[in-house]
């Protein structure tokens, strides 16, 4: 043997490649317990796929304009989706004005789309787009401008409600949460306990009860001029909800940076604001950018508790769709629809966590 | 010296945590160019003197001045200081989720309000003074302990500081990698830097100090030129101190 060392390229010293055959033994099929259990999830899965298949897409009618058809159909009833549609993902909005709603929808997709690209990551940028986006979609969902007609909001509905419900609550709730999150952190004894109370007061209370209480009770409470409509109260509420969470989700981020950051960059000389939004937030976003998307992702399967409070979101006003005799036994399909958009919304966003974690991860190696 | 020409000057300063006297009646005068190195075993308030010169602590009697300018609760002298004073830590604290060049650049910007083209410029020549301007579009997590403290001293010498407060800049660094730092920290005190260091390099304190500081206790016990320091110590501390950093 010579002592020579080899090359890294040198074959003999990479490990072993594996063939697919031998991944496939030595994962699936090694030992007799193994074995049976692999066959029997093929066969589960192979059962499961082809029901499901047969339901769904075999045995299914698509494009019926009525239930007759699907009555001797042993498969989905699709149609009742092309029936009902407008209904599930517009609710109560007045029929001949759904484009508004529609567009609407839009407007609020493409601000979020653009709300995640980097570089309009500055204040000034982000709230061009927010305010623009606000003003956008307000015209087009209430009216009143540009000759169209007025629509109040509890006549919103629909999946542009559950959108707007939810993005009006990240944007009010998340320069909340930061403003709590840091005041929890004040130096202020009186500021840091106030924000501390009022984060505990509100995890504290079901956001049932919350949502319920500024529907119904708060207007008892405040000036007629101070109530706004049902929706706006509703929409801070729940904005104060998920900032309260949000907030100790920043707060755990920034704790766990070590105090060396904060000193190093006051001697340089930068003050709170300069620390605050160059070195200590950036780190703490990273630090808690898993628990803040999942603040997100249940936040938006939440919107559909304002139906308690009398507002028609998607999954409220898919169970109206199938509310008429004619559609009624077709539930399912109409569940599997709103499944499926909910899904499309949630797995963008999580898909969007997964894009800035990995972003952020090659800053720091 | 009076304070008018005295770069920094402590007199009587007093600081405790909770009920620990940790500063005791400490008087230190620095003048400009001067370089001073403090020693001393551990807890002993090395490090809590020099924090209290940039107000990462607060003294709670007795006064601080840097150039004439007093450390108390107005905040504009403090701000003005913080940018006349650079600091150099033990675990670096670079700022990890910027390149080296933005951790460079960052504070001129925002304190010194200089534009991103001359702060670059700057950051770029003291990278070169440094000895890495190759390093610099990657993130401090990528460089060794030793690339990272010379990029901590570079990000407080864009600044353009007055003055430099080393606080164990080497103790966290692995062995072959100080002399690296020290390099550096030579250079910049033959081009006529002000600096305290709080160092167990004694090597470094017989090349360059013009005083060394024996602190014990919160105490300055000793302090003499390193020559008569290392050789001829007086106090009793001192001797045992000197004793048992050099026996091996």
Redesign the interface.
């Known amino acids: 043997m010579t002592t020579t060392a080899l090359p890294i390229s040198d074959p003999a010293t990479l490990p072993p490649a594996k063939s697919p055959i031998s991944w496939i033994r030595d994962n699936l099929f090694n030992g007799i317990a193994n074995s049976s259990v692999t066959v029997v999830i093929v066969f589960l899965m192979a059962w499961l796929i082809y029901s499901v298949g047969s339901w769904a897409f075999i045995n299914s009618v698509w494009a019926s304009p009525t239930a007759e058809a699907c009555q001797s159909a042993t498969g989905a009833c699709w149609s009742v989706i092309n029936a009902r549609a407008r209904i599930i993902l517009f609710g109560l909005y007045p029929f001949e004005e759904h484009w508004r709603s529609a567009l609407a929808c839009v407007a609020v997709v493409v601000v979020v789309f653009l709300s995640c690209i980097p570089a309009l990551w500055t204040v000034f940028r982000l709230s061009i787009v927010w305010l623009l986006g606000a003003a956008i979609f307000y015209a087009l969902m209430h009216g009143g401008v540009f000759g169209l007609m007025v629509v109040p909001t509890d006549r919103w509905g629909g999946l542009s409600l559950t959108l707007y419900i939810f993005v009006s609550v990240c944007l009010i709730g998340m320069p909340t949460s930061i403003v709590l999150a840091l005041a929890r952190q004040s130096r202020l004894p009186a500021i840091r306990k106030l924000a501390a109370l009022l984060i505990d007061f509100v995890r504290s209370l079901p956001l049932l009860a919350i949502l319920f209480a500024a529907a119904l009770i708060i207007p008892f409470a405040l000036p007629e001029w101070l109530q706004g409509d049902k929706l706006g109260r509703v929409i801070v509420a729940f904005s104060l909800f998920f900032a309260c969470y949000q907030a100790e989700n920043i707060r755990a981020g920034i704790q766990i940076i070590?105090s060396?950051?904060g000193?190093?960059?006051?001697?340089?000389?930068?003050?709170y604001w300069?620390l605050t939004s160059?070195?200590i937030l950036?780190?703490a976003f990273?630090n808690s950018l898993p628990p803040m998307i999942n603040q997100f992702v249940m936040t938006f399967k939440d919107t559909s508790i304002i139906t308690i409070v009398g507002f028609f979101d998607v999954l409220a006003s898919a169970q109206a769709a199938f509310g008429v005799a004619e559609w009624a036994p077709y539930y399912i399909e109409v569940y599997v629809f709103v499944g499926f958009i909910y899904f499309v919304f949630i797995f963008s966003l999580s898909r969007y966590g997964a894009y800035l974690e990995k972003r952020?991860r090659v800053?720091?190696? | 010296m009076n304070n008018e020409t005295a770069a920094i000057s402590l007199s009587k300063v007093n600081k405790w945590y909770g009920e620990f006297h940790v500063l005791k009646d400490i008087d230190l005068s620095v003048s400009k160019g001067e370089k001073i190195v403090v020693c001393g075993p551990s807890g002993s308030g090395k490090s809590t003197m020099i924090r209290c010169i940039n107000r990462l602590e607060e003294h709670q009697r007795g006064t601080i001045a840097v150039f004439g300018t007093e450390l108390d609760d107005n905040v504009k002298n403090i701000d003005d200081i913080r940018r006349e004073v650079g600091m150099v830590f033990q675990h670096f604290n670079l700022f990890p989720h910027m390149t080296v060049l933005e951790n460079c650049t960052l504070a001129p910007m925002l304190v010194r309000k200089l534009s991103e083209a001359e702060a670059t410029k700057i950051a770029m020549r003291v990278l070169e003074k440094v000895c890495i301007p190759d390093q610099a579009l990657k993130y401090p997590g990528q460089l060794s302990g030793g690339q990272q403290q010379r990029v901590a001293i570079a990000r407080s010498l864009c600044m353009n500081p007055a003055v430099m407060l080393f606080d164990e800049p080497t103790s966290a660094l692995d062995p072959e990698m100080i002399s690296e730092v020290l390099d550096v920290m030579v250079s910049l005190a033959e081009e006529g830097m002000t600096m305290i260091c709080v160092t167990h390099e004694m090597g470094f304190a017989r090349k360059v100090a013009d005083r060394v500081i024996f602190m014990d206790r919160g105490e300055i016990i000793e302090q003499a030129p390193p020559l008569e320091f290392f050789e001829n110590p007086q106090n009793d501390r001192t001797k045992l101190f000197l004793s048992q950093i050099l026996a091996h």
């Open positions: 070590p060396g950051q000193e190093a960059a006051k001697a340089l000389g930068l003050n300069q160059r070195i950036p780190q990273r952020m800053d720091h190696e």
